[in-house]
């Protein structure tokens, strides 16, 4: 990967794709203003940030990071929003910023099981952190004319997403106990986002932003989420020392979810 003073915050944004009914250097400010909030105050330590961020719009289809060889410096995000849908744009984007942020963004980076459950749950609870962030910034400083009221869409927007998580899929007792009955689907190749798991981790990095800064360590070892989740978090502590991140979250998500 080529050498570059850039990181995950300066790297220049670069739209493309059909974006629909929504202005291009619109959704251009907010992605700006969204990244500036998401990543706000965080060391980010991973030795592996694109020099670039290419955002593109499909007309349909889930979002994603497109893996990707040519250019290699470049991480590709990609969104499916209506026209200045820009609560949905925000969270698309925090959402796979995060996986960026955990160094999943190069060929290399293929989701595979039994611990991709566990990053899945982590960006997810980055994104919605940082639509809370998002909305108290647009409330005081908004991007565009007269338009600081959004900054109540977003909190709402924020605030149904976190109530479905609380209350789609309860969990039977302490997340441990949840996590053991649950573990064998969340390691299987079909297992989806769980609110549960969201929703703890939320807990977590809500209220200590170092946990954020060891996103960065993530993923920094051969065979990334192929591991169980013991290796997994093993190795991910091995990895914080390396970057310097603080390594406060691997222990957190050992005590969270009751893993040996």
Not at 84 to 111: I, M, T
Not at 203 to 212: L, P, T
Request: some cysteine; charged content about 20%; aromatic content about 8%.
């Amino acid at each position: 990967m080529p050498a570059s003073s850039a990181n995950l915050l300066s790297a220049p944004i670069q739209l493309i794709g059909t974006w629909g009914g929504s202005p291009v250097d619109a959704a251009g400010t907010v992605l700006n203003r969204s990244r500036e909030v998401f990543l706000h105050g965080l060391r980010l330590v991973s030795d592996r940030q694109p020099s670039k961020l290419l955002i593109d719009d499909h007309a349909s289809g889930p979002p994603a990071i497109w893996l990707h060889a040519d250019p290699p410096d470049t991480a590709w995000l990609i969104v499916d929003i209506g026209g200045r849908d820009w609560c949905k744009l925000a969270y698309q984007f925090g959402h796979e910023l995060g996986h960026v942020l955990c160094n999943s963004w190069d060929p290399s980076a293929r989701p595979r099981p039994p611990s991709q459950w566990l990053e899945e749950a982590m960006v997810e609870a980055f994104s919605i952190r940082g639509l809370g962030l998002l909305a108290s910034s647009w409330e005081a400083n908004p991007p565009f004319v007269n338009d600081s009221a959004f900054g109540q869409a977003i909190r709402q927007y924020r605030e149904a997403m976190v109530d479905r998580y609380r209350t789609s899929q309860e969990p039977a007792g302490p997340i441990p106990a949840w996590f053991a009955a649950k573990r064998t689907y969340l390691e299987s190749p079909v297992a989806h986002i769980e609110g549960p798991a969201v929703v703890a981790i939320l807990g977590v990095i809500e209220n200590d932003a170092a946990c954020i800064e060891d996103y960065g360590a993530v993923n920094r070892w051969p065979l990334r989420s192929g591991l169980k989740i013991e290796d997994y978090l093993t190795a991910w502590q091995a990895s914080c020392v390396e970057v310097g991140a603080p390594g406060v979250m691997p222990a957190r998500v050992r005590e969270l979810f009751g893993v040996g």
